[in-house]
């Protein structure tokens, strides 16, 4: 039976035993995201949690499963949640989809994903390109409509800007590319990144580079584990994170989850 979990030491404990896979999650019990945050687990007979589910109700409903390999238990908590909403858009294991289909769940059009961290960050840059500069709140009209012809449709939320961690650059007055966070906590010492565009007519000039190395050099000395999800067909920007020192840690799928 899947028990609502509201001990946070026992489950930051738990995801630490991963942190490259689930620095998301374990950012989301910082006091900034928490109260978005719902988390389920089944336990062993001896009491350990063997699996967690994250729901996270954000831009839109979010369903992340966490467990490692133990697909029994994931089995067994898939069966015993309840109260999900009727869709949701989920985070798995390629091998959890199987079990979300056998509980009456239908994936639509999975997209195959890869989580890398930050584990070589010598080869970051010495210091940030200076055409870099940090947004905040004050930007917010700006950044919206940056991202309404860069990146439509992204996961953006716009209380992240309050991080103080997304940065811009700008060339003629106007933005060229972002980079920021989907995830920041120097309590639980993690960072996700995310919502990286580049504006389409200035791409392949190294901007989303730029972002992102100055970015990764603000967030080493606040935290200890930085990462990211990207699209495993997202050739470029894959190449782009391995050159400042990111590496693939896991595959995983997204989708949204009809019942």
């Known amino acids: 039976m899947a028990e609502e979990l509201r001990d946070d030491a026992e489950i930051g404990a738990f995801l630490g035993r991963w942190p490259d896979l689930y620095l998301y999650e374990i950012g989301d019990l ?5 109260p978005l945050a719902t988390y389920h687990g089944v336990r062993a007979a001896d009491g350990r949690l063997r699996a967690i589910s994250l729901l996270y109700d ?3 409903p979010t369903w992340l499963l966490l467990g490692r390999d133990d697909l029994p238990a994931m089995e067994a908590l898939i069966g015993g949640l309840q109260g999900l909403p009727p869709r949701v858009y989920i985070h798995a294991a390629p091998a959890v989809l199987p079990l979300l289909e056998a509980a009456g769940w239908r994936v639509a059009t999975p997209s195959d994903h890869l989580k890398m961290s930050l584990r070589a960050p010598d080869r970051l840059p010495v210091e ?3 055409r870099v500069a940090a947004l905040s709140t004050d930007d917010s009209e700006r950044v ?13 939320d716009p209380r992240m800007l309050a991080t103080g961690r997304y940065v811009g650059l700008e060339e003629d007055g106007a933005l060229r590319a972002i980079a920021g966070v989907h995830v920041w906590s120097t309590e639980r010492r993690v ?6 565009a580049t504006d389409p007519a200035h791409r392949g000039r190294g901007l989303g580079t730029a972002v992102t190395a100055a970015l990764c050099l603000q967030l080493r000395h606040e935290v200890h584990t930085i990462g990211l999800n990207v699209a495993a067909d997202n050739h470029a920007a894959i190449r782009c994170y391995e050159r400042l020192g990111f590496a693939v840690v896991a595959d995983y799928v997204e989708g949204f989850a009809e019942r």
Do not use: E, K, S, T
Not at 30 to 34: E, G, H, Y
Not at 191 to 196: D, F, P, R, V
């Open 30 to 34: 910082d006091p900034f995201a928490r």
């Open 58 to 60: 954000g831009v839109d």
């Open 128 to 130: 940030p390109d200076p």
């Open 144 to 156: 919206h409509g940056f991202y309404a012809r860069a990146y439509p449709g992204n996961w953006y």
């Open 191 to 196: 960072a996700a990144l995310g919502n990286i």
